[in-house]
């Protein structure tokens, strides 16, 4: 169960056809113990539509280094296999998180992200509640 207070609507656009929900993974990188993930697959369940994830890994992000980034990827895959073992599938794009989750949602009909606390992540969401989407394009999701 997913507490009500957890849930915060980002913006006023409606639930929409689509052919899946998508999950933006920012700041929870994990598939355990996650309220966003379980939210997103208990709406899709309800909608009868699967769950994507998503990660946008942006190359510049502040004071990241290479070591940094293998420890993401290597936790990346961890989770992967865990959402694999659930039917979910993960896409990591190389791109701004907000670009990549703004594409993928082209073809959603919700959107659920989790709650990162910096100053960059409160940006980006800001940047994807911004935007109204038009009505789904049909076109094949590339991976």
Known sequence: MI???RIQHLNKCKERRGRFVLYWMQASCRA?????LEYAIR???EMGKPLIVCFGMTPDF??????HY?????GL???QETLAGRGIQLVVRKAPPYQAALTLAQDACLVVTDRGYLCIQRKWREQVAMVD???PNRSKLKE
Do not use: G, M
Request: hydrophobic share 35%.
């Open 3 to 5: 507490q009500p207070e």
């Open 32 to 36: 355990a113990c996650n309220h966003a």
């Open 43 to 45: 709406r899709a369940d």
């Open 62 to 67: 502040p004071e990241a280094n290479s070591r």
């Open 70 to 74: 293998v420890f993401l990827l290597e």
């Open 77 to 79: 895959r961890e989770t």
């Open 133 to 135: 989407l038009a009505p």
